[in-house]
């Protein structure tokens, strides 16, 4: 497979061309541990892309040469040591970069498979639910590349890869400092728009050898559904949006929990999924497209003429009825008795009680800690009692493990309103997570949740500075199996490193 694939240059790559001088040959061993053993291809900047094995620990790695080194390099592998800070299932891994002066290269998983750009030029473009669900994959991964404070900038068809497993991960980031939050998510949009099409929009998301959009006498692309059938409405509207500069984008979080309700209603051909509902920023004020004022306007008309059929039905009857009286204690009240049509107050969400049996920390990729006993004291409502995690050296659980969380078992599927999380101190990024199994308490039951559970829409209030509350259910659905995850720890009070105790978890709902 191609392992990187074309995406924009960046200023580095845009100050002339990458020399390749002195190449390596198959059966070069770099910095005496990365023997190369096929070249796959050059990426879009000219850089070699080997297939190469780890000779210590045994296992494929890709290997992105670039001749030469030194300063000319310096974003190749600053992207690279940022990149591996976040550990993400839908990114590739980075295992090493180098710089040796006369070329420098970086070190990363051998994902294998093919990337989404090979797939649809040898299958034509996806269907909807495949298209969905491999966006879904990417803006999980943004998510977690935004919540470090960093920018991808250089999410495309070559780098998104498609495992043989079915895994959808995202390669190569490239971010200079033209790129953005936006642009990343932006691209969101390309990813889905060339996967239903075939064609990637140059003017929105960048240039590239992709064929461009198709598009009309103003230059605007063509929307999905008016190339091909069978694309549903309201992810034809969230791909044009995404791709639209007058609508504001959303959040990779809010965008995340949007694909992720649309994915799970792939599975029953879109039929529950309903219209788009992630929450734009409230800092600004998206520009709808057109076609959506006209709907709107169109919608306002019909209650309009609505509206004064019936006010004049109402003042026709009124002229032809006998007045009615009111009572102190009941004004409005038909002295006819006509029966009380209020709709009842919705159900107040109440606490649900969790005992020591329903929750258990997840603990990806090994588990078998030895504080997995902890969980009990997240639940027993005695704020002096904790899981504590261990002390790491880094914030990110010291760059070994996605995170650490408590699994909640409610017995039962149940609409759910909240879930709130006190915490020995603030400082803590963590998420919602939910699936529908618990998959053993082992090791791999652990990296099966992992792989499968989907991340709710990141809405949080934080009522003082040690609780977080999420509100992120959809009051549609039904929910068992609840994660609460830790992805990122604070600095400890004492004694160095990065820790923190979790001391209650209170879940609401109905």
Do not use: C
């Amino acid at each position: 497979m191609t392992q990187v694939g074309e995406g924009h240059e960046t200023a580095a790559d845009a100050d002339g061309p990458v020399m390749t001088f002195g190449s390596p040959t198959v059966g070069e061993i770099l910095a005496e541990r990365y023997q190369l053993e096929q070249h796959v291809n050059d990426d879009s900047a000219g850089r070699q892309v080997w297939r190469g094995i780890d000779v210590i620990l045994r296992r494929p790695v890709a290997v992105v040469l670039r001749y030469p080194g030194g300063d000319s390099a310096a974003e190749m592998l600053q992207a690279a040591v940022d990149a591996s800070r976040v550990i993400h299932p839908n990114l590739v891994g980075v295992y090493d970069a180098i710089d040796e002066g006369s070329r420098a290269y970086v070190v990363r998983e051998w994902v294998e498979g093919e990337s989404l750009r090979e797939l649809v030029s040898t299958d034509g473009p996806l269907d909807p639910a495949r298209a969905t669900a491999i966006a879904h994959s990417i803006a999980d991964a943004l998510a977690a590349v935004h919540a470090t404070g960093m920018v991808h900038g250089n999410v495309h068809p070559g780098t998104t890869l498609i495992g043989d497993d079915g895994r959808v991960v995202l390669a190569d980031a490239r971010a200079d400092s033209a790129d953005n939050v936006e642009g990343d998510i932006r691209a969101i949009g390309g990813i889905l728009y060339f996967a239903l099409t075939g064609h990637w929009p140059h003017s929105e998301v960048g240039n590239s050898a992709l064929p461009d959009a198709n598009r009309d006498a103003n230059g605007s692309p063509a929307a999905p559904r008016q190339i091909r059938a069978g694309v549903p409405a309201y992810l034809d509207d969230l791909t044009m949006d995404l791709l639209d500069t007058r609508v504001a984008v959303p959040e990779a979080d809010s965008l995340t929990a949007e694909l992720a309700r649309l994915d799970a209603s792939a599975e029953e051909d879109y039929e529950d999924a309903g219209p788009l509902r992630f929450t734009q920023s409230a800092t600004t004020e998206p520009v709808r497209s057109t076609r959506k004022i006209i709907l709107g306007v169109a919608a306002l008309v019909v209650i309009a003429v609505i509206g004064l059929v019936f006010g004049i039905q109402a003042i026709s009857d009124s002229g032809n009825s006998s007045p009615s009286t009111t009572t102190e204690a009941g004004a409005g009240s038909n002295t006819g008795g006509s029966t009380d049509d209020t709709q009842a107050p919705a159900p107040e969400p109440k606490k649900i009680p969790l005992t020591a049996d329903m929750v258990r920390i997840v603990d990806p990729p090994d588990g078998g800690r030895d504080d997995t006993g902890e969980a009990k004291y997240t639940v027993d409502g005695d704020d002096e009692t904790a899981w504590e995690t261990q002390r790491f050296k880094q914030a990110n659980f010291g760059n070994f493990k996605p995170g650490m969380g408590v699994l909640i078992d409610l017995g039962t599927a149940r609409k759910l309103s909240e879930v709130q999380v006190e915490m020995s101190q603030p400082g803590v990024t963590m998420d919602i997570r939910t699936g529908t199994d618990d998959f053993g308490d082992t090791s791999a039951g652990d990296q099966k949740i992992m792989d499968t559970y989907k991340r709710l829409g990141d809405t949080e209030t934080v009522t003082d500075g040690n609780r977080k509350v999420f509100s992120v259910f959809d009051p549609d659905q039904t929910y068992r199996y609840v994660l609460v995850f830790l992805t990122k720890l604070p600095a400890a009070d004492e004694g160095g490193g990065f820790k923190v105790s979790v001391q209650e978890i209170s879940v609401f709902g109905y």
